[in-house]
Each structure stands twice: as structure tokens, then as C-alpha cells.
């Protein structure tokens, strides 16, 4: 399935002219990065503990974007206190499971926010998924391969299933990204071999797509513009991926960070379009 240049087009061409507010919760160590990439995709990003420090008008186009990386007790509350806030100012919230599966602390939270609150996008791998699922029976031990996690129709039902349930769009960090609403289910291909995919995943970036998701719904008005938001995010990353590794650059990790910014900064409806590789299925 390809999305007409016309909807793509439309998509990039909101965020550059509203140029969302990102409210961002995450580890100090990723601040940086997390700038830099928000900034790539024509969001401005506002770094924080608690969304109380600041006096947000409703109108704002914005979002809360919060990341489980090096999430410890002390900061849950803040956290908490930043969602209710974002709800009551019908901001658009993301959850990004980064190191979620390794903590209890981490897993209870994650549920108690997805089970209190609405939130609109959860990301995060199979196995972090795996871990507040809690289902052993569907959510195999590991995952490794696509095409695997493709043919198991009992893991992405329970993927289908949590999505449905609590309203919310799935996003899975894998090989190939994954994406549903628990209706549709989107496969957006990263055309990368073992190696590449070892590589981009020692480098540590998986921040960036949460970054481009959190702008692309903070720009977005319906839920279907926000799940078409999402998509587009996922693809620009995708395609991002795609061309770098087409480049064959070798260099330190930081410079393969810069050359993903340089990609994200540039990228158009055309490249999409050409470039993206996507399968889709209706499920209703």
C-alpha cells in the first residue's frame, strides 16, 4: 500500500506551518538528541520534569511526549501530575517503552498510565510489549525476525486487542515497524539485513521515532489525521534508515546520528512515496 503524495504532501506541510510544541519527559543523557530531531521534523521541543512549571494556553498545538528510559519511583508522580495536565488541555500524550521490560516498577507503571489515562500512542519492541501484555501464551519469549513476528497471527491479535481495548495506536520497534489501531495493521518495511539492523540498534535510536511521532500527532487535528501522522512519522524514519544505509557510511555512531537528522530534515512527499514500502492489512 502506498499514501498519495497529495496526503503525504499535506501531512509534512501541517507540521511545518504549525511547528507543535513538544513537552518532553525523558532521560537527561538523551536531551540533545531528542532536540535535535524534534527540530528536524519541524517541532520545537520543551524539556521538563513536570508540565505544572508551565502555563500552557489550549489552543497550543503541543504534545507530551514521555520516555521510560531510566524512569525511576521518584519521578512517577511528576509524570502522572504532567498527564493529567495534558488531558485536561486535550493534548495529545506519547508513551515510549524504551527499557520498559526490565524493571518492575517500569512494567506496573506503564499499565497504571494505559489503564488510568487515554493515551494516544504507545511505543516500543516486541518484548517491551511482551512485558505488560502479560500474556505468555501469545506473547512469545523473543521475537527476532520480522517475517517470524509477520506469520504469528496469535502475537499481533494481542497487539490488535490491547490496541483496541484501550483506544490507543500500537507502534512496534522491529525489524520492520509495525503499526495498528486494532483495526488495520500496517508493516513498514526498513529493508535492512541482520547487520544493519545490529547496527542502528547499538547506536541507540530509539528515541528519534518517538520524537517524529510526538510531532506528527501534536500537528494533527482528527484521529485519522493523527494515525495518517503516525504512518508518515514511521515512514520518514523508514525511509531515513533506507538511505543511509544505501550511503554505506561507516563512521562513529554520532555521525551516523547526524546523517539520519540530515535525512529527517530533508525529506519530502516524493521521497516517501518512492521509497516507502508498506503492507497493509484491514481486520475489521
Known amino acids: 500500500m502506498q499514501i498519495g503524495v497529495r496526503a503525504l504532501d499535506e ?14 519527559i525523558s532521560n537527561s ?93 504507545v511505543i516500543g519492541s516486541i518484548t517491551e510489549f511482551k512485558a505488560i501484555i502479560n500474556n505468555k501464551n501469545t506473547m512469545k519469549e523473543e521475537i527476532s525476525y520480522t517475517n517470524k513476528f509477520k506469520e504469528d497471527i496469535e502475537v499481533r491479535v494481542s497487539l490488535r486487542n490491547f490496541s483496541k481495548a484501550n483506544n490507543m495506536i500500537v507502534v512496534v520497534k522491529n525489524e520492520e515497524y509495525y503499526l495498528t489501531d ?22 541507540k535510536l530509539e528515541y528519534m521515532l518517538a520524537a517524529l511521532i510526538s510531532v506528527g500527532v501534536a500537528a ?29 557510511l561507516k563512521d562513529e555512531s554520532i555521525l551516523n546520528k547526524k546523517y539520519l537528522i540530515d535525512e529527517i530534515i530533508n525529506v519530502n512527499s516524493d521521497k516517501l512515496n518512492k521509497l516507502s514500502k508498506i503492507d497493509y492489512l484491514f481486520v475489521r
Open 11 to 24: 501531512c509534512l506541510s501541517l507540521q511545518k506551518k504549525s511547528k507543535p510544541l513538544i513537552y518532553c
Open 29 to 121: 543523557l538523551l536531551l540533545k538528541d531528542l532536540a535535535e530531531c524534534i527540530t528536524a521534523y519541524n517541532g520545537i521541543p520543551v524539556f521538563l520534569s513536570s508540565l505544572i512549571k508551565y502555563n500552557i494556553e489550549n489552543e497550543e498545538l503541543a504534545s507530551l511526549l514521555v520516555s521510560f528510559e531510566d524512569l525511576t519511583e521518584d519521578k512517577v508522580q511528576d509524570i502522572e501530575k504532567s498527564i493529567r495536565i495534558a488531558r485536561r488541555r486535550k493534548m495529545p500524550i506519547i508513551l515510549d517503552l524504551v527499557g520498559e521490560d526490565i524493571s518492575f516498577i517500569k512494567k506496573e507503571t506503564a499499565l497504571s498510565f494505559i489503564n488510568r489515562y487515554n493515551i494516544d500512542v
Open 182 to 203: 486494532g483495526y488495520s495493521e500496517f508493516f513498514i518495511d526498513r529493508e535492512m539485513n541482520r547487520e544493519n539492523y545490529n547496527l542502528f540498534e547499538a547506536i
Open 220 to 248: 494533527a487535528g482528527t484521529s485519522e489525521e493523527k494515525f495518517i501522522s503516525v504512518l508518515v512519522a514511521i515512514m520518514t524514519m523508514a525511509v531515513s534508515e533506507k538511505i543511509v544505509v544505501q550511503k554505506n
